[in-house]
């Protein structure tokens, strides 16, 4: 089976999918509330993971860049909101992890980077414009991060 990160059914120009789910303090979080606001929707496969520990540090560090372009930076797992919750307080990643905890992956499928066999989200990254079209979309295969430089060619699209 092919690697979830390597195949995309969104495309630039599509609607993405509206959805809610928990961040880390059990808060919900629906695309449709951010309206009039960009959003970085980062999946990734698991929390406490080596690659996906090193990314979303990342990003945590360049935070600054994705708010002074407006955009809203969320982070989405398979994993729970309690253990995100953890995860977040050990890392101090200040933005939202969000739980695709229940139904399993559901988030992850409607945007086509579930990878079933595996039972985690592919590492994909979709930018989301305020009116709720994909603007960007970029992925890589599984042990391998994405490259701090994508993200801003990615916000540099806005």
């Not at 809610?20 to 959003?39: D, M, Y």
């Amino acid at each position: 089976m092919p690697d979830a990160g390597t195949r995309q059914s969104l495309q630039v120009g599509d609607c993405a999918p509206d959805f809610s789910l928990p961040n880390q303090f059990g808060e919900p979080i629906s695309l449709s509330g951010l309206r009039g606001t960009a959003v970085a929707l980062v999946f990734y496969p698991f929390a406490f993971s080596g690659i996906c520990t090193g990314e979303l540090g990342e990003l945590r560090d360049h935070r600054a860049e994705f708010t002074s372009a407006g955009v809203r930076l969320l982070a989405v797992s398979v994993d729970s909101k309690y253990t995100l919750r953890a995860y977040s307080e050990a890392e101090g990643h200040g933005f939202d992890l969000l739980a695709d905890f229940w139904p399993h992956g559901e988030v992850s499928a409607a945007y086509g980077v579930f990878d079933a066999v595996r039972g985690m989200a592919g590492r994909s990254t979709f930018l989301i414009s305020g009116d709720g079209t994909i603007a960007d979309a970029f992925s890589t295969p599984t042990g391998q991060a994405r490259p701090l430089a994508r993200y801003r060619q990615a916000l540099a699209r806005l």
